[in-house]
């Protein structure tokens, strides 16, 4: 049996990524901050309670699947925050700054290194960072989060470079606007873009599409395919007049 680790696994994406590998046979092995599930799993799954952003969290998770499952073969980094509150890059504080790369980028950089020195052991592994359209656009209200989405995407292109010899591939997914609890705050905004064209296919994203792609990366498909980038949001990525 495969065993999959997956943060954020309390939200929508990385609850629904979960959901998909279990149904396909996959252990996996999911951490939030939250300290319950707020809907259940079926299958092979154990909850741990942790603070991405923490060491202490990070090693804890790790452990428990060793300890439980001796390997990992695939790590989701999904977890990821936006700002506790929106504000002109003019005023963006460094706390708020802190909050989200923290977590965002420190806590998936870190994770990835502990979890990439396990699947060394096996020569042989699969790493899906969930990054975002918003590593590539513009959002001046939100500045931390774009900095933070960003940097998910050298974290990529390292760890793809630096663990091909061993046959561990490490490749993202950059969603477009995907209806979670973290969009759940705008959606009247992005109702009314997508209604005026905003995106070629014209709804939108959902948490299952995202674990879709997910599934594509990680099951072994694509062998041959490391360090890319796959836009999952209904052509936002597309250059239009």
């Given at each position: 049996?495969?065993v999959a680790l997956v943060t ?234």
């Amino acid at each position: 049996m495969k065993v999959a680790l997956v943060t954020g696994v309390a939200g929508g994406i990385g609850f629904a990524t979960a959901e998909l590998l279990l149904k396909n046979g996959i252990a996996v092995v999911g951490m939030d901050v939250t300290p319950e599930m707020p809907r259940k799993l079926e299958g092979e799954f154990t909850f741990v309670q942790g603070d991405l952003s923490k060491k202490e969290s990070r090693e804890n998770y790790v452990s428990t699947a060793i300890d439980k499952y001796g390997k990992i073969d695939i790590l989701v980094n999904v977890a990821g925050v936006a700002p506790k509150i929106r504000a002109d890059i003019l005023e963006m504080t460094e706390e708020s700054y802190d909050f989200v790369m923290n977590i965002n980028t420190k806590g998936t950089l870190f994770l990835t290194q502990l979890v990439a020195k396990e699947m060394i052991k096996n020569n042989s592994g699969s790493i899906v960072n969930i990054s975002s359209m918003s590593g590539y656009t513009s959002s001046t209200s939100r500045g931390e989060y774009c900095i933070s989405k960003a940097g998910v995407t050298m974290i990529t292109t390292l760890f793809a470079d630096k663990l091909a010899p061993y046959g561990i591939t490490v490749n993202e997914i950059r969603p477009g606007i995907i209806a979670t609890g973290m969009t759940d705050k705008v959606k009247a905004k992005y109702d009314a873009l997508i209604e005026d064209g905003l995106l070629p296919i014209k709804r939108w994203g959902q948490p299952e599409d995202i674990a879709n792609a997910v599934w594509v990366l990680c099951n072994g498909t694509l062998p041959y395919v490391t360090g890319q980038s796959l836009d999952v949001d209904g052509g936002f990525h597309i250059r239009r007049l």
